[in-house]
């Protein structure tokens, strides 16, 4: 059974900080990372996606991913309030169009 | 503007009664999937389509129905079959050609059966 976990949270920090959420996943040929946010009675909205080892970087948001220990972040940098939402992490397993969910993580940024 | 649209935004039913929500994208975007969302819960995906007029179930598939006549529509029927069918449902596509996979959703459609 292919999973990906995430600590449910909420993860709390205060204005201005570093948000760092974690994603693991199982399955070891997994080919390509998302992470999406996710609004109170909204629909996921895509953040990042990574593929490569190593470092990517979108305005406040990094993505990090590390094959090799099967784990990929998300960095929030300069949290503001209206980052306060659920955090997905998804992972496709590379051979079909279908990916892998995880729980997602809560974040509330604190003014 | 292109996007994902899904109706109605919110959806009442009596039990026993099949009811079909609706998914149109104009994105050009050749697979769609379904997922429902129960609250606390995690996406779970219902059934998913890589080209018209072929589609394979998901991981909870019992219940629902669904159709790819065209590209563009990914219409889900919500059967009297299904148990426990009060959920938020999603609508999302994706594009062959990047190979990364990566999916944009509709805004949703909550159904609630009473």
């Known amino acids: 059974q292919k999973e990906v976990e995430q600590n449910s949270g909420p993860l709390s920090v205060p204005e201005g900080a570093i948000a760092s959420l974690n994603c693991t996943y199982s399955d070891r040929g997994s080919q390509s990372f998302f992470w999406y946010r996710q609004y109170s009675g909204k629909s996921p909205e895509l953040i990042m996606f990574i593929y490569s080892n190593g470092d990517k970087e979108d305005g406040r948001f990094t993505a990090q991913l590390n094959k090799a220990s099967q784990y990929v972040s998300l960095l929030i940098r300069d949290s503001q309030p209206s980052d306060s939402a659920t955090y997905l992490c998804?992972?496709?397993?590379?051979?079909?169009?279908?990916?892998?969910w995880g729980l997602g993580t809560s974040l509330a940024v604190n003014p | 503007d292109g996007g994902i649209t899904q109706s109605p935004k919110y959806l009442f039913r009596k039990e026993g009664q099949n009811v079909t929500l609706s998914c149109e994208q104009n994105l050009n975007h050749d697979a769609m999937y379904w997922y429902r969302q129960d609250p606390g819960q995690g996406l779970r995906l219902i059934y998913y389509?890589?080209?018209?007029?072929?589609?394979q179930k998901g991981d909870i598939a019992e219940g629902y129905s669904v159709s790819r006549e065209k590209k563009e529509s990914f219409p889900l029927t919500v059967t009297s079959a299904q148990k426990n069918p009060t959920a938020f449902y999603l609508c999302a596509s994706s594009i062959k050609g990047t190979g990364f996979y990566e999916q944009y959703f509709g805004p949703g459609t909550r159904l609630t059966v009473t």
């Open positions: 998804a992972v496709s397993p590379g051979n079909n169009r279908k990916l892998i």
């Open positions: 389509s890589q080209i018209v007029n072929d589609f």
